[in-house]
Nanobody, 115 residues
Framework: QVQLVESGGGLVQPGGSLRLSCAAS????????WGWYRQAPGKQRELVAT???????NYAYSVKGRFTIPRDNAKNTAWLQMAGPKPEDTAVYYC?????????WGQGTQVTVSS
């Protein structure tokens, strides 16, 4: 069983920066992949970014060049580094992890981009 605990959401000004964290607890030796998804009001949940155990990344076109998804395998932690957020990035962000073939989700954290 894996539990994902997210932190770091909140209010950020357009053009600022924000970092979300996701820590996995449990008897874990390798999560592959990690991911971040988001869901804005009235919209479906969408992929933001993923990273595999060997560091291969994939980003949604809308965030490419602005967001990054670093991870620390030893700490079972992944982050979403948001640089230059825009109002359209406002959403609830969910951490995702696949472990031993099972999908796990965090509880979600609200990110609001507004001046």
């Amino acid at each position: 069983q894996v539990q994902l605990v997210e932190s770091g959401g909140g209010l950020v000004q357009p053009g600022g920066s924000l970092r979300l964290s996701c820590a996995a607890s449990g008897s874990i030796f390798s999560i592959n992949p990690w991911g971040w998804y988001r869901q804005a009001p009235g919209k479906q949940r969408e992929l933001v970014a993923t990273i595999t155990s060997n560091g291969n990344t994939n980003y949604a076109y809308s965030v490419k060049g602005r967001f990054t998804i670093p991870r620390d395998n030893a700490k079972n932690t992944a982050w979403l580094q948001m640089a230059g957020p825009k109002p359209e990035d406002t959403a609830v962000y969910y951490c995702y992890a696949k472990y031993l073939g099972y999908d796990y989700w965090g509880q979600g954290t609200q990110v609001t981009v507004s001046s």
